[in-house]
């Protein structure tokens, strides 16, 4: 997922940040781009997860309540972030070894929502497979 920045073109690192939207809902967690040069220091949302983003966003309206939003709740790429981020030091998990065991999780999941019928949690659960393949 390297980048190279659009204004300065040096490289670009990824990082999760906190997004405010209308000055009223944080978002936690959101994956960006941060340019290294730090006179320049250009963001931008990761690409992957721009859609997610602009969905919550829409979803909240244009005069949203006072909040606060994980965003790893929203996007799966998020919630694998900040679930590598988590590890502990002595636990080194690459991201493809979480992503394995993210889809693992959502099949169980999946798999236990169809033993239940319940439609919802198994649309919610193929959403959430479809934004990791």
């Known amino acids: 997922m390297q980048k190279k920045c659009s204004r300065c073109g040096n490289e670009m690192s990824m990082m999760l940040r906190n997004v ?9 967690n959101v994956p960006v781009h941060v340019c290294i040069d730090e ?25 949203p309540s006072r909040q606060t ?28 070894e979480a992503l394995q ?10 798999l236990l929502a169809q033993s239940l019928g319940d439609q919802n949690w198994m649309n919610e659960l193929r959403q959430k497979l479809t934004q990791l393949i």
Request: hydrophobic share 40%; glycine share 2%.
């Open 101 to 110: 065991l993210r889809i693992n999780e959502l099949l169980d999941m999946f």
């Open 69 to 96: 939003i994980d965003f790893e709740q929203v996007s799966e790429l998020s919630n694998l972030l900040v679930m590598v981020a988590n590890q502990e030091e002595d636990e080194e998990t690459s991201m493809r």
């Open 20 to 28: 405010v939207y209308r000055n009223r809902v944080k978002i936690h």
């Open 39 to 63: 006179h320049c220091a250009h963001c931008q949302v990761v690409d992957f997860v721009k859609d997610d983003l602009k969905n919550l966003m829409n979803d909240l309206g244009q005069n």
